[in-house]
């Protein structure tokens, strides 16, 4: 694995990649306005880059961005891996690591989730304050490198306070309605039954998606402050549960873009 970060690591090097300062990674639905903010960008296919995975989700862009936004050299991930497309948890984590090595400071991560409080509504956003990780494997587990992290890293808190309260800051400042919850990360790719929906908001979860878990175990694992933000795409209500359309998931998603962009954006102008 050492091997495979540090080739991948070379090759952004050698094709204009330049101690970037912040990592970004664009979940579903999310990744074209803030595209858009970056200057004098370089694109880098997933494809090109040895030992990156590939995005095989259709609305998944699989692209590097590096460029600038707000005077910050920042390197987003324009799409991201999931462990239900069939790689390995270490695989769909080599990016974070490769950015660490890179010289990110912070990495800001964002994703489409379910929505399980009856207190909100599709189309707000969630600031993860925690996390529950339902999945079935862990991106940890195996051999572990003293020179990327110790073997059992502390998880009291996952999730940067220095970030998640500059993000409560702009919200309010900027008039962005943030919500902040648990997120349950879950297998996939089928969405839930409604008696798991149950069971999820039993257990304390506010909202439910099928990733970022693993990248903020590996972010932590080698000290990388992060943060996230879910986008609510639909409500999950077992009462009232309507079948799923991903269609309209993406429009929503779509929708909410806007807000997302200026609240991250604003974020990495104040780092």
């Keep these: 694995m050492l091997n495979e970060i540090i080739e991948a690591t070379d090759y952004l090097k050698k094709h204009g990649v330049d101690q970037p300062e912040v990592g970004v990674i664009l979940g579903t639905g999310l990744g074209n306005l803030f595209v858009k903010e970056v200057k004098n960008p370089i694109e880098i296919n997933y494809n090109s880059i040895p030992h ?3 995005s095989t989700v259709e609305f998944h862009k699989g692209k590097l961005i590096y460029g600038t936004v707000k005077g910050k050299k ?3 991930m324009q799409g991201r891996f999931h462990f239900y497309e ?3 948890m270490q695989k769909i984590t080599l990016p974070v690591r490769v950015m660490k090595m890179l010289g990110i400071e912070e990495l800001l991560i964002s994703n ?3 929505n399980l409080n ?4 599709k189309g707000e956003m969630m600031l993860i304050d925690d996390h529950i990780n339902l999945q079935p494997d862990n991106p940890l587990r195996g051999e572990n490198f003293e020179v990327l992290g ?12 220095k970030l998640t309260s500059l993000l409560i800051k702009i919200s309010k400042e900027k008039k962005l309605k943030l919500n902040k919850g648990v997120y349950a990360a879950v297998i996939g790719p089928n969405l839930e039954t409604r008696a798991e929906y149950r069971y999820l908001r039993q257990i304390g979860a506010d909202a439910v998606g099928m990733s970022t878990v693993p990248e903020v175990l590996v ?4 000290g990388l402050p992060c943060c996230a933000v879910s986008v609510l795409t639909d409500d999950c209500d077992p009462d009232n549960l309507k079948p799923a359309n991903i269609q309209e998931i993406l429009k929503v998603a779509a929708k909410a873009e806007p807000q997302l962009t200026q609240l991250y954006v604003e974020l990495i102008a104040r780092l």
């Design 52 to 54: 990156f995975p590939v």
């Design 74 to 76: 920042i390197l987003a």
């Design 86 to 88: 069939g790689y390995s």
């Design 112 to 114: 489409a989730a379910g």
């Design 118 to 121: 009856p207190k909100w509504k």
């Design 150 to 161: 110790p073997r059992f890293p502390d998880m009291s808190e996952p999730y940067s306070k």
């Design 219 to 222: 972010a932590k694992h080698m």
